[in-house]
Structures are given as C-alpha cells and as structure tokens.
T-cell receptor, first 114, second 118 residues
Framework: GDSVTQMEGPVTLSEEAFLTINCTYT??????LFWYVQYPGEGLQLLLK?????DKGSNKGFEATYRKETTSFHLEKGSVQVSDSAVYFC?????????????FGQGTELSVKP | DTGVSQNPRHKITKRGQNVTFRCDPISEHNRLYWYRQTLGQGPEFLTY????????KSRLLSDRFSAERPKGSFSTLEIQRTEQGDSAMYLC????????????????FGAGTRLSVL
C-alpha cells in the first residue's frame, strides 16, 4: 500500500547547523507531497508542499524538492534556530482518486540547542 | 478565521465508558477529517465528510466508533465501550475542497483531543 517513511529521531543539532530530514514514499500513483510541523501543545501546521515532480516547496527557510526518480521529499534548512524544535511529518495525498486523506510518516523530532 | 477547534482537549475515562469529542472546523470549509495519532507515530486517517456526507471510513474505525456531521458544520466522534487501546490523540482537520485545485486542498488541523482510557 501507499506509505511514507522518515528518518528516525530524535535529531539533535546546535543552533545554525544544517538540517536534513529524509523522507521517502511508496505510492501507486502520483501524489502531492507535504511537510507538516507540530510544535508542543499545538496542532499540525503545513510547512511546505509540492504537487508534481521537480517542484520545490519552501517556507521559513525550509526547502524540499519532489524527486520522482528517487521517490523522495527530503526537508532541508541551512541554519536552524532553537525555535525550529518540533516534530516534523512528511505526508502524501492523492487529491483526485482517494478523497484527499493524508498518509503520514511516523514523524521526526528535532531538538535545537543554543 | 478562528482555526479548527476541538473539545475537550483532554479526556480521561474508564474502560467500558462512552466518550464523545467535538470538532468545529473553519467556517467556510466543506471537508472535515478525523485522524488518530498514537505516541511516536504519525496521524492515521479515520474518516472524512464532505458537507454532511460521510464519504470514506478507514478499517481502523471499528463499529464502536461513529462520526457525524449533521448539518455540515461541526462534527462529533463517539467511541462506545472504550478500551485501553483507544488511548490516543484524536485530531480533526478541515479543508475547502475545490476540484482540480490542489493548492487549496490544504488541511488545517486542530490541537486535538487526548484520550486516556484507564
């Protein structure tokens, strides 16, 4: 079945370090891809999205490129801040065929130390 | 825009009791989704509504679970005869569905209801 796999956490970085969180997917069709972020005590928030191959989503210094050939959507940020500490979820969705339900990875916890 | 609101935020119950959660979506959104999230895992889809019609239910939604959206606005999720395995965070999301407009099919999540079954 369709699924999303993320690198295991927690990931601990020092402030201003480079971040990569790996995400790969298995899908029978051509999904849209998302990164959601969950701060402590809050609901999931959309961070960025990409709807077709080679699209790059970006927001708040985070970027991810939809790579169809490697079925990947890795999240990157050049310089993390303490405020980026949160749990990050990669997700896919089939808008046209499957009603729009999101399929999530297991989440990767990021902790940024000053 | 007040966002998606879920009540209660926390619910502690004894095994065998019934519980009901409420979700108020963003007012103009026609789709409403329920997900369940256990510790250390990503959310898993349970069911969704378009207006008042329940269009899809996951196999995770056993017959002890029932969801309604009677007037196409707020929704309730009821769990009957709760079991310890039902302990989880229950998330609600809403979206404005416009066919063929992927960019607008963004789901906005509430903060969730955390259920603990003792």
């Amino acid at each position: 079945g369709d699924s999303v796999t993320q690198m295991e956490g927690p990931v601990t970085l020092s402030e201003e370090a480079f971040l990569t969180i790996n995400c790969t997917y298995t899908a029978t069709g051509y999904p849209s891809l998302f990164w959601y972020v969950q701060y402590p005590g809050e609901g999931l928030q959309l961070l960025l999205k990409a709807t077709k191959a080679d699209d790059k989503g970006s927001n708040k210094g985070f970027e991810a490129t939809y790579r169809k050939e490697t079925t990947s959507f890795h999240l990157e940020k050049g310089s993390v801040q303490v405020s980026d500490s949160a749990v990050y979820f990669c997700a896919l969705i089939f808008i046209y065929n499957q009603g729009g339900k999101l399929i999530f990875g297991q989440g990767t916890e990021l902790s940024v130390k000053p | 825009d007040t966002g998606v609101s879920q009540n209660p935020r926390h619910k502690i119950t004894k095994r065998g009791q019934n519980v009901t959660f409420r979700c108020d979506p963003i007012s103009e959104h026609n789709r409403l989704y329920w997900y369940r999230q256990t510790l250390g895992q990503g959310p898993e889809f349970l069911t969704y509504f378009q207006n008042e019609a329940q269009l899809e239910k996951s196999r995770l939604l056993s017959d002890r679970f029932s969801a309604e959206r009677p007037k196409g606005s707020f929704s309730t999720l009821e769990i009957q005869r709760t079991e310890q395995g039902d302990s989880a965070m229950y998330l609600c999301a809403s979206s404005l569905e416009e066919k063929y407009q992927v960019a607008k099919n963004i789901q906005y999540f509430g903060a969730g209801t955390r259920l603990s079954v003792l």
